[in-house]
């Protein structure tokens, strides 16, 4: 193969994840919507930390997060962002849990870790 033929394939492929990486995100932000009617009323930093959650967690495993989900709804971010920290949430998302419990705490992406 020659390079400019890997080229072009390499272009078509990236084309084809983005596509896909998009239509999933669209995907889970019209789920959310659908199935927690308070997920629209959250900033736009929050829906994505639960956008991404929804992604490396799946669907199902973040719909079994109650509490987090309950305190997102009567808009206790700090206990929101607690309930991600637990051992049960944290296992999902790995070394992703403290950053989108910032960002759920915080409403921002603009955060500062230890």
């Not at 959310?32 to 930390?49: H, I, M, V």
């Not at 967690?57 to 808009?75: A, H, I």
């Amino acid at each position: 193969m020659t390079p400019e033929m890997m080229a072009k394939l390499r272009r078509s492929l990236e084309g084809w994840i983005n596509e896909q990486f998009m239509a999933d995100m669209k995907y889970f932000h019209d789920k959310l919507s659908e199935d927690f009617p308070w997920f629209d009323g959250l900033n736009e930093n929050r829906k994505a930390a639960l956008i991404e959650l929804s992604a490396f967690m799946g669907y199902k495993n973040l719909c079994s997060l109650d509490g987090v989900l309950f305190s997102l709804e009567t808009n206790d971010f700090e206990q929101a962002a607690f309930g991600l920290l637990d051992e049960k949430a944290s296992q999902y998302v790995n070394g992703r849990a403290p950053r989108l419990a910032a960002i759920i705490r915080t409403g921002t992406y603009d955060i500062q870790l230890p």
